[in-house]
């Protein structure tokens, strides 16, 4: 940062003045003195001079008046800037609150306690509190509307400073005798604050100043500090916090009275004075500190005593009372900011967020792009690209180099292990510098780099790119400056203080005033320099012969590094010290293209200076930005920061160089021929092509290929051999209004001759179809079809391009652009625009994929496959089905197309369903696909687990026959593909189909009787049936057919049921066998067995275990000469030779039966 005095107000009556503050959000300065004295100033810029803005900018004050009030000398005046309030004490202790109303302040309330004076008073940070110390140990909390809201007596103290912390919940109270004690909100004391900055001091010390910055603008680190206290003596502690055991530490060597922080806590200023050569003769001073106790800059004032100081709401102003006078410094700051192929990069701190914001900001597009960088160090720019320096991590000592292009996209960081505290750039390098060492890294832009190109730029990266050298090293230029940081941690004895770099060399200044200039891109030293003076900031020019020094005191110099000057010893030495020297000097920028071409910031003055002579100043106050072509570009960062989110093209201002408006105005007064002579004496591009535009305009041909010439511009040149060669005036006319952009004109010019063709081709040629599709449709002639599309598709692309894909159809449509229209009604969602469009196209058509995989992306799979199957992609179609789990038309698709691969994908997708146990729906795939034989064999799973946990039998039961009927789909499908394959008789088709079924039945036992299942559950139903309808006869030769069922129906369900049957039938030798068969049964517990037999013992004892009854059917059943079909309704055997049989299961029942059934009993099959 730089700081220079820049404005003077005495007060009337050479009235000592002891206090001052500035109002932060209006501008307020109130001043109190002795003898009462009470005065608010304003200093506004002068609206007649709007064309200057920001500090250069002249001030006047707006008001200046006098608060009557006060008899003693005021002592405290604090502003409360939520409230628009001013509070002020004097000696005598008496307290008064002014308000503003219509312009002026008045008195709201007044306080007089009558017993002390008030040493100190300050507003909590939202202003609703304002804490009052008396110098007798009294404290008073009041509220903003003048209530009390508590009072404590600190008995045996002395106060004189208060301070609040930014969440209002702790208040600090300095003593007299120097110490500092914590309380809290309600007047409670916590504890007494450690005084790091004391330490090794004896007696007490009074305490100059307390200030606790709120983080209202937010924190330039976290965790940074931000409590300052200060004591007269000139020890300073700056806290993170009330509780903070390591501060940090400053001696600033002068006697202390004040201390304030600036707006955004990144500046600390301490007032007071400096101890002079005569004993008499103090120096009034201002000391400036960053929050890690790094002195940056010392402003002396003039005057006997200094007495406050106070920061302007901006921080870019401080005002100084000083006897009794106001004096007011301007401040320009050290923004982190920088300037790239038309882009200003800068950063700012938000309250909200703990890192920087870094605004890169268009200025040709207005466009802006933001990124957040923690730790932020530093924004160094040249040409297209930028790089920012920040800390790695908190807690290691790592940073980072990040290279970005001009919209922020981080390109390459490099993380390096030295703190980068000066960082400079050319066209190749990145050169960073702590105080002891420098490394440079030799950084590569991708630009549209094929592959391979890539690979080798990888490949070659560590050798060589990163190098790292320590200040007393003399390398060779051999390559000797490897990655190794341990030079680094060496320490020096003359640090680094700046350095600066072009393409051919690097400068290093160091503290003692030693410049060294070393080689690059191979890093040797070439020579060191002597200067009279510490360098703060270096500048190379364009062929790197010179280097401009600014010094911390401002001091501009200028070295020539190549001239060789005889020394007074007699010695010829390398480097001249030239004779010209500026002060207050804040900023300078060489010409891009000019050696001898510079720009100096002086104040609020811009100086351009050609071979060291200046021209006259221009008032400004802003950063140069760039300055080339006789032109220099400067932003005004102050006016962008005051609202870094809405920056203002209007901030952005260029300024020409005298030689630019002095040729220009000779070609407008005296014409071409005298201006050529004072350009040939200033020759400069810029100039030479002002000429060449200047010709062009009046048609002077020759002139202007001259000027063309001089300027290198061979456009320029080819332009005017093109003029050469029209033969009519008023085309040539036409053609040079639209080489400088007055295309309206030029328009106009060529339909007045009649050539539509040149306007419409004009026209194409900026872009501009819209008036390109009006001269098409206003002409007399046939319009160009082919013309017409292209406009109308162009329009199309202006309208998609903006996302107002309506309009783009519209014009699609009658362009005939079939490929964005399709991604038009992709965009609208207008699926039947897009089938529509599919069925128009003709076949294998280039776009129908592309239409096809629109439709499965969002799940339309039969426009998919049609579209798929128009440009014969049956694969495709088939992987849409399947993708979109229509695997019957996957099926169908494969069968017709005679794809092979439709099994795998089908037991693939199986596969994934049974991993999630959706058997269901895996059977339901291979039903779907005729996989009967998988799904039967699924469904026989679920039956035998069902069977298993003993559910309903009829549910166990319809399982089974599911399982069946998918058994009898398989065999049928067996036998029709064999009959396709065996062209002979069908004896042999049926055959081969019973050859494969019987493959089949080998492998599984459910496939040779696959109604075995569901015949056991019907039969075990209808016997329970026929027993509760009370038909024991049928019901016991029903339970009887269950005896073959054993491996399907547990033992002991079935004889136990046959038991109950042959009971009930009072058929007492099979109900004996039925429990003898149950008493062996292993399955059973010794509980259950005993069970049985003593329900036998009790059947047995009163009934003898013989059939009564005997019947021929017994006779038949026993003597088992062979099988006889089994009635499904009944249960009964089939005796006669009539009977019914069912179609699908091929079971049988008794015809006398039919009559009272539609449905097989068995399969419920219609019957």
């Known amino acids: 940062m730089f700081i220079y005095l820049c404005k003077k107000i005495a007060i009337p009556g050479n009235v000592r003045l002891r206090c001052i503050s500035w109002n932060k959000d209006e501008g307020f300065i109130a001043c109190g003195g002795e003898d009462g004295l009470l005065k608010v100033l304003k200093l506004e810029t002068q609206s007649d001079e709007a064309k200057i803005k920001g500090l250069a900018a002249p001030s006047n ?68 509190k304002i804490c009052i110390v008396y110098e007798d140990g009294a404290v008073i909390v009041g509220s903003v509307d003048g209530n009390r809201i508590w009072g404590k007596d600190l008995k045996g103290t002395h106060l004189c400073h208060v301070a609040w912390s930014s969440d209002s919940k702790v208040l600090l109270f300095g003593m007299a005798n120097g110490e500092i004690h914590i309380y809290d909100s309600n007047g409670n004391f916590i504890v007494k604050m450690k005084l790091s900055c004391l330490v090794n001091l004896t007696g007490t010390f009074r305490i100059a100043g307390i200030h606790w910055y709120h983080g209202t603008e937010g924190y330039v680190e976290p965790d940074c500090p931000c409590l300052a206290i200060c004591y007269e003596n000139g020890r300073c502690q700056i806290m993170r916090d009330e509780n903070d055991h390591n501060p940090v530490l400053i001696d600033t060597g002068m006697n202390v009275v004040c201390i304030q922080w600036n707006h955004c806590g990144s500046v600390l200023a301490l007032a007071g004075s400096l101890k002079g050569t005569s004993p008499d003769k ?70 909200d967020r703990p890192e920087y914001c870094v605004i890169f900001w268009d200025t ?43 919209i922020g996209t981080p390109l390459d960081p490099k993380y390096i292990d030295i703190g980068p505290l000066f960082v400079t750039m050319t066209r190749t390098h990145v050169i960073a510098a702590s105080k002891e060492a420098f490394y440079i890294w030799q950084y590569r832009v991708a630009k549209k780099l094929t592959a391979m190109e890539i690979n080798q730029v990888a490949r070659t990266r560590k050798e060589g790119r990163e190098r790292i050298y320590h200040i007393d090293d003399t390398p060779s230029g051999s390559g000797d400056g490897h990655l190794d940081y341990s030079k680094a941690v060496e320490g020096t004895r003359d640090p680094i203080c700046a350095i600066t770099a072009s393409d051919k060399i690097l400068l290093v200044g160091r503290e003692s005033g030693t410049i ?47 001239a060789r000057v005889t020394s007074s010893t007699g010695q010829q030495v390398i480097g001249e010290q030239l004779k010209l020297e500026r002060r207050d000097v804040w900023d300078m920028k060489w010409a891009k293209d000019n050696p001898d071409l510079f720009a100096v910031m002086e104040k609020t003055r811009m100086y351009v200076f050609r071979n060291l002579d200046p021209e006259e100043p221009i008032q400004t106050s802003g950063y140069i930005c760039n300055f080339e072509d006789l032109e220099i570009k400067s932003v005004l960062l102050d006016e962008i920061l005051k609202n870094p989110e809405r920056p203002n093209k209007d901030y952005i201002i260029n300024f020409e160089i005298r030689s630019l408006r002095d040729s220009r105005a000779l070609i407008e007064e005296v014409g071409i021929e005298e201006s050529s002579q004072f350009i040939e004496d200033n020759p400069h591009p810029r100039l030479w092509r002002l000429l060449a535009e200047a010709a062009l305009q009046k048609l002077d041909l020759q002139t202007a290929e001259q000027a063309f010439v001089r300027c290198k511009d061979y456009q320029g040149i080819k332009f005017v051999k093109r003029l050469g060669n029209l033969q009519s005036e008023s085309m040539k006319q036409a053609e040079v209004a639209a080489y400088f952009g007055r295309f309206e004109e030029a328009e106009r010019m060529y339909l007045d001759m009649d050539r539509r063709d040149l306007a419409i081709g004009l026209r194409m040629k900026l872009g501009d179809w819209f008036r390109v599709l009006q001269l098409l449709k206003t002409g007399s002639g046939d319009s160009d079809d082919a013309l017409l599309e292209q406009a109308h598709n162009a329009i199309g692309d202006y309208f998609a391009d903006r996302q107002k894909w309506l309009n783009a159809v519209q014009y699609y449509v009658q362009g005939r652009n079939q490929e964005r229209l399709a991604e038009c009604y992709y965009m609208l ?36 496959v049609s579209a798929f199957l128009k440009c014969n992609r049956p694969k495709d179609a088939v992987d849409t089905c399947v993708h979109l789990n229509q695997w019957n038309k996957a099926v169908e698709l494969a069968k017709n197309h005679n794809m092979k691969e439709i099994g795998s994908l089908l037991a693939r997708y199986a596969t994934h369903l049974l ?13 779907k696909a005729n996989y009967f034989f998988e799904a039967a064999k699924l469904m026989f799973k679920i039956a035998d687990e069902e069977a298993k946990k003993r559910t309903k039998p009829l549910r166990v039961k319809k399982l089974y026959v599911l399982s069946a009927l998918l058994m009898e789909q398989c065999h049928e499908q067996m036998q029709n593909a064999q009959r396709g394959k065996v062209k002979g008789s069908e004896t042999a088709s049926a055959l081969a189909g019973l050859l494969e079924e019987d493959v089949l039945s080998s492998t599984n036992r459910f496939a040779d009787n696959a109604w075995r ?76 067995r005993q069970q049985y037999e003593d329900l036998a013992l009790e059947i047995f004892a009163r009934h003898c275990p013989k059939n009564n009854k005997k019947t021929d059917l017994d006779d038949v059943l026993e003597s088992g000469d062979g099988k006889l079909p089994v009635c499904v309704a009944t249960g009964d055997p089939i005796l006669e030779y009539r009977f019914w049989m069912c179609s699908v299961c091929k079971h049988c029942m008794k015809a006398k039966e039919r009559s009272n059934y539609n449905f097989c009993p068995l399969c419920h099959c219609s019957a």
């Open 516 to 562: 060294h200039r070393y080689s690059l891109p191979n890093v040797g030293i070439i020579q060191k320099y002597t200067l009279n003076c510490r360098a703060h900031q270096l500048s190379l020019n364009c062929n790197s012969s010179r280097v401009a020094i600014i010094d911390l005191s401002g001091v501009l110099t200028f070295f020539d590094l190549d």
């Open 1013 to 1088: 299942g569901a015949e056991a559950y019907h039969f075990f139903i209808l016997a329970q049936r026929q027993l509760y309808k009370g038909s024991v006869d049928a019901a016991l030769k029903t339970a009887l057919h269950l005896r073959d069922y054993e491996d399907i129906i547990p033992a002991v369900e079935i004889y136990s049921l046959l038991a109950v049957c042959a009971c009930a039938n009072r058929a007492f030798d099979t109900c004996s066998k039925a429990f003898v068969k149950l008493e062996s049964l292993e399955t059973l517990s010794q509980e259950q």
């Open 61 to 128: 004050l707006s008001m200046n008046q006098t608060l009557e009030g006060h008899s003693g000398s005021v002592q405290v005046v604090t502003w409360n800037e939520q409230y628009h309030k001013l509070t002020t004490s004097d000696q005598n202790g008496l307290i008064i609150v002014w308000i503003i109303y219509k312009g002026a302040w008045y008195e709201e309330m007044i306080n007089n306690r009558n017993k002390s004076v008030v040493r100190s008073m300050s507003w909590n940070a939202d202003g609703q």
């Open 282 to 351: 103090d120096v009034n001073v201002v000391q400036f500190y960053t929050p890690f106790g790094e002195h940056l800059r010392t402003l002396k004032v003039p005057g006997k005593q200094i007495s406050a100081l106070s920061w302007e709401g901006g921080g870019l102003k401080i005002a100084l009372a000083v006897d009794s006078y106001i004096y007011f410094a301007n401040i320009r700051p050290d923004y982190k900011w920088g300037y790239c192929s038309n882009t200003v990069v800068y950063a700012y701190t938000r309250p």
């Open 915 to 927: 991993e999630k146990n959706k058997i269901l729906d895996a059977i339901e795939l291979y039903r």
């Open 364 to 406: 040709k597009n207005n466009e802006k792009y933001v990124k957040y960088v923690k730790s932020l160090i530093s924004i160094t720019t040249y040409g297209d690209f930028c790089v920012l320096a920040t800390k790695a991590d908190e807690d290691q000592p790592q940073y980072v180099l990040v290279l970005c292009n001009s």
């Open 829 to 864: 969602e207008d699926y039947q625009g897009l089938e529509n469009l599919a069925n128009s196209l003709p076949e294998n058509n280039k776009l129908l994929p592309d239409i096809a995989h629109m439709f499965v992306r969002v799940g339309m799979c039969e426009q998919a």
